[in-house]
């Protein structure tokens, strides 16, 4: 679905040289098989649709939308609705493209452990590892979504994102593989829990790629992003940018979130 809705391509001759840069763009506008999708997949990256089925098919509809709109969407107005709403489907988004086109694992759906639906969910934007069955190559991922390009603070979006990987790197910053090594012990899955834990303990054995992605309004993009991000002294290697620029993006978030109730209930209900 994603190759028929997007065109993924690294820029060659590389522009700039302290980092590589993919984009990704629209082939087509977005029909009513790929808005479904994204839905779909919305909906999934927030609950288990067999959790929520043996909860609440023998509920009111109502008690269902009660609970998604109490416990999952973040809410229409104020931060939640400008930041964490577009925010979380940036992450979505990231991780359905990183694990289509570059075939990397993104081994955890972060949003469905929010303990408050309308802050940030916890720690590094996303990780996502090499599919074999030995991990070698962990990437680290800062996601930004924009609906305007403005500097922030005096900077970019771009250096901003940059700055927050880098401070990442000074601390210990393998929050999600130790999350997945006690989550996966206490499934009593300990291979895995072994296979997590060994990322936390022995961080040096692996090779690190350092992320930064971008979902921009395709009309507000401005090159001065990458521009900016270029003239920073090398900090984080090897680098890689994506920026992927969506037509009508704020319409597309909202639409997704509208799309993915009603699967909610057509899941949880039969229909």
């Not at 391509?9 to 590389?14: C, D, K, T, V």
């Not at 649709?49 to 509920?59: T, Y």
């Not at 993915?260 to 209930?265: K, L, Q, S, V």
Request: with cysteine; glycine share 4%.
């Amino acid at each position: 679905m994603l190759d028929k809705w997007l065109n993924y391509q690294e820029r060659a001759p590389a522009p700039y040289n302290t980092f590589r840069i993919i984009d990704v763009s629209e082939k087509i506008v977005a029909d009513d098989e790929i808005k479904d999708y994204l839905a779909d997949q919305l909906s999934d990256s927030y609950r288990n649709i067999a959790f929520m089925k043996l909860h609440f098919e023998n509920e009111l509809p109502s008690k269902l939308t009660e609970y998604i709109e109490s416990y999952l969407f973040p809410a229409d107005t104020g931060i939640a609705n400008k930041i964490v709403k577009p925010g979380d489907f940036g992450e979505i988004l990231a991780a359905l493209i990183v694990g289509y086109f570059e075939g990397l694992t993104v081994p955890i759906k972060k949003l469905r452990w929010k303990f408050n639906k309308d802050r940030a969910v916890f720690c590094t934007d996303m990780i996502a590892h090499n599919s074999d069955q030995n991990i070698t190559d962990i990437h680290y991922y800062e996601i930004k979504t924009r609906q305007g390009i403005r500097k922030e603070n005096g900077f970019y979006v771009t250096v901003n994102a940059h700055n927050s990987l880098v401070k990442d790197q000074t601390q210990a910053n393998q929050g999600i593989a130790d999350f997945l090594s006690r989550l996966s012990y206490e499934e009593g899955d300990l291979a895995t829990s072994i296979k997590y834990a060994d990322i936390v303990k022995n961080p040096a054995n692996y090779n690190s790629h350092f992320e930064l992605f971008f979902i921009i309004e395709s009309t507000e993009f401005i090159s001065d992003i990458l521009d900016d991000l270029h003239a920073l002294p090398p900090s984080l290697a090897p680098l890689n940018v994506t920026i992927v620029l969506l037509n009508d993006f704020r319409i597309r978030v909202d639409e997704s979130y509208a799309r993915a109730m009603t699967i909610f209930h057509d899941h949880v209900y039969g229909k």
